[in-house]
Structures are given as C-alpha cells and as structure tokens.
C-alpha cells in the first residue's frame, strides 16, 4: 500500500514508511466530504436571517460575525483540501468585497451535486468540463439579466449598499449607514480622462470608535486621528494649520543614548544632561522655524520635546498609526519626513485640525486645492459591535463601488439563481453526453441560495423554490423571495439589488475550486491521512500546496489505467 511503481516510462514512486495513499473514488469521497464540511459549516449565515457564529480563538479572543470569510480563517482549517474552499472566500473577498458565504455554499453544492453523478458512474472529467460550460453559460447570462444603472442614482446606490448590510451588524441603523456609505464612495469617484468612472477606496478611511450607538456614526471630510494630545498645555485646535507628518522619533539620538557614560563628578552628570536637553530643543527648533503648528508623529516624542513643543503653542501627538500617517498625506498634500534636521516649509501640508478632549481624537480637514479623502467614524457601544460593523460596512463599500464602476446591478433574494439556473437549463439541453447532467447539476447548484435563504428564514425551502421556479417560468425574471414574509415578489422592485460583478466572480470562483477539488484522484499524504486535522499549521501546508500540482499527475495516471 505504501509503495507504488510504475512502468512504461512513467517515473517510480516511492513512498516512505509513515506516508498515506488515497486513490480514485476514496480519494474523491474525501476530498469532497471535506470541502463539503466546510461549506456547510457557513450555510447558516446566508442572507437577512442568517445567523451569527461566535469564533474563540486558541488565545480566547471572541469574533462575533456573520460574515462569512471571517468564519472561515478564524477556525483555523488545516485539511489541505477544505483549505481549498476558504480561498473561494478569500479570493471573493479581494475581488467582489462580498458574496463570500454564497460563493463558498455553491462551491460545495456543486461538490456534493458532483459526488451524486460521481455515484452513477459519470466520470470525473466528464463532470469537470460540464461545470466548465455551466459556468460560463451562466455569467454570459448574468450578463443578459443585469439591469444597467446611472451611477449618480443615489437611491439605488443606497438599496445596494442596505442589500448588502441586511442581517449584519449594521442592519439596525441601514438606513443611515448607508446614506454614509453611498456618500463616502461618492466622494471619491472621479471620472477619468477616457470618460471611464472610477472609484479609489483607499482614499476613504474607516475608524472605529466604541462608546456611543451604530447611528451616531458620522462621514467626515478629511482624517480622524485615534490618539491623545501629546501635551497638555498644547493648544487644542489649529486653522489653517501647516501641518508636519513625521516618520521618526523626537527623542534623543540612539547613538548617544547608547554609548556608556563615564562619570567622575555631578556637573559631568549636568554636563550630560544639558546636552541631551539642546538636542531635543535643536529639533523642536527645527520643528518650529519650518512653521509646523501641528505634529503628527508615527513615533515617540520624547517628555521633554512634547514640552517644548508645547511652550511653542505645537499641537502634538505621538505614536500615530503608519497608514494614519499616509492617508494623512493625502489630506494634508504634505510629504512624510524623516529627517528633522533637513526640514523645510515645503515639506508641511496645510489643515485645519481639530482636537476633541472627551473622545480623544483629532479631526484634520485639508485645506488644501488637492486635498481628498473621508473618514468614515464608525460607533457602536462595544468591541464586538463595532467590529462586525466595520466589516459590513466594508462589504457596502465595496459593492456600491463596484456598482458605481461597473454600472450593472441584479434582483437579489435568490431572483437572479434562480433565474440563471432556468437558463443554464435550457442551455444543457444543447450539451450531448454525459456533461449535459453536470450542467443540470451546475443548475441545480445554484439554487442552493433561495433553498438556503429560505430554511435560514424558517420557511420550507422546497415550497420557496417550486413558487420561485414557476414565476420565472412565467417571465418574471427578478422574482426573488422576501424573506421577511415569505413571499414571492419583485425583488428588483422591492430595492433587494447586488452588483453584477459580485455575482459573476463567486460563480467563477466557486466553479474554480469544485473542478479543483474534482480532478484530484490520488492524495499521497507524508503523514497519516486521518489525523491531518491535527497537524500544526506548517504541516497542513505541504500536502495543501501538494493537492493541487497532484491533479495534473493524477490525470495522466488515470489515463494509464
Ligand atoms: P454573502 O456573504 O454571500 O454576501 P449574505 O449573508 O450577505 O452572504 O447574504 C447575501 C444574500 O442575501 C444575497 O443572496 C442577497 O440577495 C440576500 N438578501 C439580502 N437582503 C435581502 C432581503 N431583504 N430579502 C431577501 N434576500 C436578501
Ligand atoms: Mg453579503
């Protein structure tokens, strides 16, 4: 069992004492049942009446969340081939910022739709190319479906961004949040010199802030520093301020501090010590005599220096986050320095800056011709609430971007599922052989996600998608399901709308990782297959990285045989 050679110019295997071999059908079984696993493990958290999961990790830290490439690195799976499936999350999270739970449960949909076929002895190639045509079947399709839309349409801007909070943590307040959102992306579309509209979210800033509720968050213009006033006798506002961004500390010099000190009497000791104080008080100097009236430092200031500055009417604060501090720059118009000595007033940006006492934070408006960026100030009363809710804020931004760019939108609630499967499956009646079934399979697949969001609603999903199946049957393509009554309706109508380009990458994505998945025949594992789960994290990765190069060789195995 361990060891396997292989005549007629095909290379020897040999496999050492401890290792494992999977072949053929138990490989396929449990390659699939693992991916399955895993999708099934976020199923409960799709849609308006998904539920949350609460993650504990190894050190005891909690996640409260919904969002479902959150659930899945923070369980932390180490079986090569689940693996697999958490990057359909995080490649949908990178390329579409949402769809994840839907992208990973049609993964392992058409996983456990494959293994049916599998059963029946359809072989996997066959399976493969039939996913393959279904998938882009139906993106030609999503194409077909997708309503065009003005990106200046603020209203239907706001339904994508609450379509995409609803059930998260920031549903409470949707409606005001995602006037925020639809605001912020506003703010920073810029329509380019081909005429194409584009959208630069690294210039929109989202800070958290505990202590106060979700609908008290604000969209401000400029930068929101989290840190105190380095001093306080420093004044606590400045207009039209010449700003300074400093990537190095304002202490004494490392050499100097570093080098031992030997002392034969107190004024040596004196002696020493004024030194170090005219070298703090050159560098204020310096800060001063360039016209910075406020400091933001990514590193320490040192006691003395933060006096100083303060007896120069400086407005100070230390230890600011490094992307504070470039995002900064783009309020600002000013460069980061590094070398105070060198210092000039070109190199200051201009602001007005504001320091708020009771919440301990600073507001930085540019007042400068090129000045962009927006802070998006997120509340929420604890650590958890406002964490979920920066990642459901984050999905909107980046779905009400990716609307404004790509100016296509789709009927949600299972709508634009169900009605790509009727089409996919009118299209496998074109496909001969055995891939016609995997392209009904692929069809059947997608209808997970109204079979989903309505067992998750509490409503019986069969009904739901014989209901569903028959509107469209009768032409009405954007007939979604309400989840909050149960009925069929006009999703598209009802503002229940997703970004086109979401929903052609998690089908991609999730198509992508079925075949992978799929085209596995052999696992040969260095360790024993049964406790993989087990492994520490270096150990998982070698067989992870190994499944997928093995496809290609297991292929041509299978061709021998
Ligand atoms: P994902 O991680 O895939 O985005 P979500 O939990 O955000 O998962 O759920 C998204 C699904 O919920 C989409 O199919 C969307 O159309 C659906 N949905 C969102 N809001 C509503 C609503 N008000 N009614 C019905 N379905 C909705
Ligand atoms: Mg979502």
């Known amino acids: 069992m361990s060891q396997q050679q292989q005549m007629g110019g095909q290379p020897m295997i040999v496999l050492g004492e401890d290792s494992q071999r999977m072949k053929d059908r138990d490989a396929q079984s449990h390659n699939i049942s693992a991916a399955k696993a895993v999708a099934e493990s976020v199923r409960s958290t799709l849609g308006p009446k998904g539920m949350d999961k609460m993650l504990v990790s190894s050190t005891g830290s909690i996640t409260v969340t919904n969002d479902g490439v959150t659930i899945l690195q923070e369980m932390d799976i180490d079986n090569p081939t689940a693996s697999m499936i958490v990057e359909v999350a995080e490649t949908q999270e990178d390329e579409a910022g949402d769809g994840t739970t839907t992208a990973v449960s049609v993964a392992g949909e058409l996983l456990a739709n494959a293994e049916d076929l599998i059963e029946q002895d359809i072989h996997a190639t066959a399976i493969i190319k039939g996913f393959q045509l279904a998938s882009e079947r139906a993106r030609e399709e999503i194409d077909n479906v997708a309503h065009d839309v003005d990106p200046e349409d603020t209203e239907l801007l706001k339904q994508v961004a609450e379509t995409s909070m609803t059930g998260k943590g920031a549903e409470l307040e949707k409606e005001a949040l995602a006037e925020l959102v639809v605001s912020a992306v506003q703010a920073v579309t810029v329509e380019a010199d081909d005429g194409e509209t584009v959208v630069d979210l690294e210039y929109v800033n989202t800070e958290t802030q505990t202590g106060r509720s979700a609908g008290e968050s604000e969209l401000l213009n400029g930068a929101v520093v989290d840190k105190s006033l380095a001093h306080a006798d420093m004044p606590t506002s400045a207009d039209d301020a ?4 400093l990537d190095t500390a304002i202490e004494i010099d490392d050499t100097d501090a570093d080098a031992s000190l030997q002392l034969d009497s107190p004024d040596q000791l004196q002696d020493f010590l004024d030194k170090e104080e005219e070298q703090l008080r050159q560098k204020v100097d310096a800060i001063a005599e360039a016209g910075a009236d406020v400091v933001f430092c990514q590193k320490g200031i040192d006691d003395l220096a933060e ?99 790509d100016g296509r939108v789709l009927a949600g609630g299972g709508a634009v599922e169900v009605e790509v499967a009727r089409r996919v499956r009118d299209y496998a009646d074109s496909v001969s052989g055995r891939e016609q079934l995997a392209v009904e399979a692929f069809a059947d697949a997608l209808e997970l996600v109204p079979r989903v969001l309505a067992g ?56 992508e990782a079925a075949n992978l998945v799929l085209k596995i025949d052999d696992i040969i594992a260095a360790g024993d297959l049964s406790t993989e789960g087990e492994e520490p994290e270096g150990g998982a990765g070698g067989p992870g990285g190994m499944g997928g190069g093995m496809g290609g060789m297991g292929g041509g195995m299978g061709g021998m045989m």
Do not use: M, W
């Not at 010449?242 to 961004?245: F, H, I, P, Q, S």
């Not at 303060?310 to 900064?328: H, N, Q, T, Y």
């Not at 940006?349 to 400068?368: I, N, Q, R």
């Not at 469209?472 to 007939?479: I, L, M, N, R, S």
């Open 456 to 511: 998750n609603a509490g409503l019986d999903s069969i009904d739901t998608l014989v209901d569903l199946r028959s509107a469209h049957d009768d032409g009405d393509e954007t007939a979604g399901l309400n989840v909050f009554t149960g009925e069929v309706v006009d999703t598209f109508e009802a503002g229940v709308v997703e970004p086109a380009h979401a929903k052609r990458q998690g089908i991609s994505s999730a198509t």
């Open 307 to 405: 006096h100083f500055l303060a007896k120069e009417g400086i407005v100070a604060a230390s230890r600011v986050k490094k992307s504070d501090l470039s995002f900064l720059r783009e309020v600002t118009e000013g460069d980061i320095v590094s070398d105070i000595d060198a210092l000039g007033a070109e190199s200051l940006g201009s602001a007005d800056v504001e320091y708020d006492e009771s919440e301990e934070l600073f507001y930085v408006e540019g007042t400068g011709e090129d000045s962009h960026g927006v802070t998006l100030l997120l509340r929420g009363s604890t650590d958890h609430v406002v964490d979920e809710l920066e990642r459901g804020i984050g999905d909107a931004l980046e779905v009400v971007a990716q609307t404004v760019s």
């Open 242 to 245: 010449d700003v300074l961004l």
